[in-house]
């Protein structure tokens, strides 16, 4: 299924992420509130998305937040529909060519639930380090911080096999 990335409507991905019970990155229940926050929607080609609209459209959303230019470095936080095809080589490279490429990053930083073994596994092959945090999700549930840097991002097999850190890797992109 070929996928649409959307750009430019920040507030309505936002939303969709932070309203999500499962969504990575220690997203906020109560919404952002990072008033420069980016975000990239992904849906499905078939589909439009119209901007205003309810974000019926959306199989799945990346925010970026709390980006720190001083110090190279930016938060993500991810979700997705269940049952939804949507990570893909080209979502990878249009998800770490933002923060690294576009901002000019050093560091991508994304928190996750201790029980979440199976996207620790994922983050863990996307090169991902993992640093528990005791109670970090509520008195009876540890998290996990995963930070990526530049250098071990370029250097994961999925970068070096299709090449996302090169800047004439072109992504179709919605506006």
């Known amino acids: 299924m070929p996928l649409k990335y959307i750009f430019g409507q920040d507030q309505l991905v936002a ?4 309203r999500s019970k499962r969504a990575t990155g220690f997203a906020p229940r ?9 975000a990239i929607g992904i849906a499905k080609t078939d589909s439009e998305l119209i901007p205003g609209v309810v974000d019926s459209e ?3 959303g990346i925010v970026y937040f709390n980006h720190l230019p001083e110090a190279g470095t930016i938060e993500m ?26 901002c000019g990053c ?11 073994t199976h996207i620790l596994r994922m983050l863990g092959a996307l ?12 008195r009876d549930e540890d998290g996990v911080l995963s930070t ?7 250097a994961g097999k999925f970068c070096q096999k299709y090449g996302h850190h090169l800047l004439d890797v072109k992504i179709e992109k919605a506006a």
């Open 106 to 116: 050093q560091m991508l930083i994304t928190g996750i639930s201790a029980r979440s």
């Open 148 to 154: 990526l840097t530049y250098e071990d991002w370029v």
């Open 77 to 102: 936080s991810v979700e997705a529909l269940p049952g939804q095809h949507w990570l893909t080589r080209s979502t990878l490279a249009v998800m770490f060519q933002y923060p690294f490429l576009d």
């Open 58 to 60: 959306l199989i799945a």
């Open 30 to 38: 109560a919404g952002f509130t990072d008033r420069k926050l980016r």
């Open 15 to 18: 939303d969709f992420v932070a």
């Open 127 to 138: 090169n991902f380090t993992h640093i528990l945090i005791p109670r970090a999700c509520g």
